[in-house]
């Protein structure tokens, strides 16, 4: 079996709230023209082409705050995961769950909307942003939805957010040829993953799962620069003193970005597999396609290629994801 446990649906009355809404910048248009993350047919045709295959679903990029205001946001996470929901007890030899989706401007609102959407509706975890309107995951308002899912004992899938509005440049107004996604997204993965670890994150929720979009960004690439360069942290800031932050670890800074999960959402048979497996270990690796955005048999083939053996791409196929999701799918 394989278990695809980040991919992305557009649930029927989610679309009418946002039309109703009047969404802004062109949103609902943009993910209207995905046809698979709405027309249920055309998904599962392409689901077809492959033997015992699921998929946990998510709402899609961009984040509800991010063009909703508070009260609003609220009412659309509730409508897309009663929707999704909906969609998995239709469906459920094809969905395996669906992953809550939250509004965080509000955070009273967004623990009520994660308690419901665990308890009554049978979320398996909720999705994140690796920010929120432009605030770090680590600033001190958000710490409630970190303990709430540890409570829960339930995963955080953890998406990037970025824009054009995003400059690469000082002197330019905006990120060009769509940098901002291509690079921009796994530079704010890794960015948010070192903001967690070093604000303590793991101390204080040991057993807390994040799953990391992207196989984690950048960070198997530049472990030993991880490691040994933010060994000496704070030698080259002046205006901020972090010479406590690593001896207010109880590890070793490296070893709690191991503790992410990563999925395999790299578009394909990318070199960076190799890399990324190496660092995490199969153990913390999910197979995930991205679709309806990424391919899915591309993936599937990349890590039938990887050399793995017969125990090790089970486990990324299905067994680590049947671990995360907290139930036994085959």
Not at 157 to 171: G, I
Not at 275 to 289: D, E, K, P, Q, R
Request: proline share 5%; glycine share 8%.
């Amino acid at each position: 079996m394989i278990v695809d446990i980040f991919t992305h649906v557009l649930p029927r009355d989610f679309t009418a709230a946002l039309e109703r809404g009047g969404s802004r910048f062109g949103l609902l248009k943009r993910l209207m023209e995905v046809r698979e993350l709405h027309d249920l047919d055309r998904r599962f045709r392409t689901m077809d082409a492959l033997d015992d295959y699921r998929q946990v679903v998510a709402l899609p990029n961009p984040p509800i705050e991010d063009f909703a205001e508070p009260r609003h946001g609220a009412e659309l996470a509730r409508i897309g995961n009663d929707g999704m929901a909906e969609l998995v007890g239709r469906h459920p030899d094809r969905f395996a769950g669906f992953i809550a989706a939250l509004s965080m401007t509000d955070m009273d609102a967004c623990l009520q909307e994660i308690d419901r959407a665990i308890t009554t509706l049978g979320a398996v975890g909720v999705q994140t942003f690796t920010n929120v309107k432009g605030k770090a995951l680590d600033a001190p308002e958000f710490a409630p939805l970190f303990a709430a899912m540890a409570r829960h004992d339930r995963p955080i899938w953890l998406h990037p957010a970025r824009s054009a509005e995003t400059t690469d440049y000082a002197a330019e107004p905006r990120s060009r040829f769509e940098l901002w996604w291509c690079f921009g997204w796994p530079y704010d993965t890794s960015v948010a993953m070192a903001r967690l670890v070093f604000s303590g994150l793991f101390d204080r929720h040991p057993t807390l799962d994040i799953i990391t979009h992207h196989l984690g960004g950048m960070i198997p690439y530049f472990d030993k620069r991880i490691e040994n360069g933010l060994a000496v942290l704070g030698s080259r800031t002046r205006d901020e003193d972090y010479s406590g932050v690593l001896t207010s670890l109880k590890r070793p800074h490296l070893d709690y970005f191991k503790m992410f999960h990563a999925d395999t959402a790299l578009f394909g048979a990318s070199r960076g597999l190799d890399c990324g497996i190496g660092f995490f270990g199969a153990g913390n690796v999910v197979f995930a396609s991205d679709a309806p955005f990424g391919p899915i048999a591309e993936t599937r083939d990349a890590i039938e290629a990887e050399g793995l053996d017969a125990a090790n791409r089970a486990a990324i196929f299905c067994s680590n994801a049947e671990r995360l999701l907290r139930r036994k799918l085959a």
